[in-house]
């Protein structure tokens, strides 16, 4: 069978089933806006759109290939997918005339706290025990089967050990100051690709001095992407927000009745806007655990350069790349 390029054949994980038995849902953050990449979606489509709904490489957009590698580990059925309702046109258009995950749509943005803790109360009032995984709607990775077998070792390494919420680390290259940092810690546990250590301190887009010096320390990159038990999250929450949680935890009573949609309104349009990474893993580093990805591959697309860097390594020049190429 060919392969055509920048495609990806259908993988099964070895343990496939091992997060079915676990009940492990995905929630999948798909409400940014994309600001830092407007200026090459405009030249690819001529208009705005946010990143996550644009095929920037290949033939599906950013959130199709996010959750068709989500599916190799996760159910659809327990997939979540939190946007907000000005990307319904969007969602529309992505999902049109096919199946789907549940799509929680926020009615305005409140940050990526709210966008992470609305999907996981929601589950919490479902499935208590639930254990969940995070992931952005906008990266780039080469070894999917491989990443996922990582997360659904991570969700059992968690279901053992319920207090701490587990962040993936990336290995840094460069002193980056848009991703957040991460300083492990002591030894907790052990995995088939490496250890699982503690969190000493997490900082969220340091100063460049800050993160030179986490380059030089060993640190990591935190990718974004977390595994933990969802009641750990809201309790994370809970510490750190505690008004936005409550806001969130007044929609319970509603869920399910006609009054459920205001609920949800009042509930946005009095709570604060904050970053989950800046108010709720700084605030906790000792709820935290931190696991290095395997080697693959690993980009988030939040810039131009990083964008035009994964066609490189995917061996791939998409149509709109081809036309602004140099003459």
């Given amino acids: 069978m060919t392969k055509p390029a920048g495609a990806e054949l259908p993988v099964l994980l070895p343990d496939a089933h091992v997060l079915d038995r676990q009940s492990c849902w995905a929630v999948v953050l798909a409400g940014g806006e994309g600001i830092r990449l407007r200026s090459l979606v405009r030249q690819v489509l001529g208009g705005d759109r946010p ?55 926020q009615p305005f943005d409140r940050g990526t706290a709210a966008g992470i803790l609305y999907p996981a109360h929601w589950i919490a009032w479902r499935n208590p025990e639930a254990t969940i995984a ?22 059992m390494w968690v279901d053992k050990n319920p207090d701490r919420l587990v962040l993936l680390g990336a290995q840094p290259t460069a002193p980056e100051v848009e991703y957040g940092w991460i300083e492990p810690d002591q030894h907790l546990g052990e995995l088939s690709t490496g250890p699982v250590r503690a969190v000493r301190q997490f900082w969220e887009k340091p100063s460049v001095a800050r993160a030179r010096t986490c380059l030089v320390g060993g640190h990591l990159w935190n990718t974004s992407v977390i595994v933990g038990k969802v009641a750990t999250l809201l309790q994370a929450g809970w510490q750190a927000l505690p008004a936005l949680s409550d806001r969130l935890a007044r929609i319970e009573p509603f869920v399910g009745g006609e009054e459920e949609a205001d609920a949800i309104r009042q509930a946005y349009e009095l709570m604060p806007k904050a970053n989950f990474s800046r108010a709720v893993l700084e605030a906790c580093p000792e709820m935290l655990a931190v696991s290095r990805l395997p ?29 602004l190429a140099p003459a």
């Fill in 295 to 323: 080697r693959i591959v690993w980009s988030d697309l939040g810039s131009p350069h990083r964008v035009m860097e994964a066609l490189t390594r995917m061996r791939i020049r998409p149509e709109w790349a081809r036309a």
């Fill in 51 to 105: 990143k996550q709904y644009v095929r920037l490489l290949g033939p599906r957009t950013l959130l199709r290939q996010t959750l068709d590698r989500i599916s190799l580990a996760i159910p659809d059925g327990r997939t979540v997918i939190a946007t907000v309702r000005q990307h319904a046109g969007y969602i529309s258009e992505e999902f049109a005339g096919r199946p789907h995950p549940t799509i929680l749509p």
């Fill in 134 to 155: 995070i992931f952005p709607s906008d990266h780039f990775i080469l070894g999917e089967a491989a990443f996922m077998a990582h997360v659904a070792e991570v969700a």
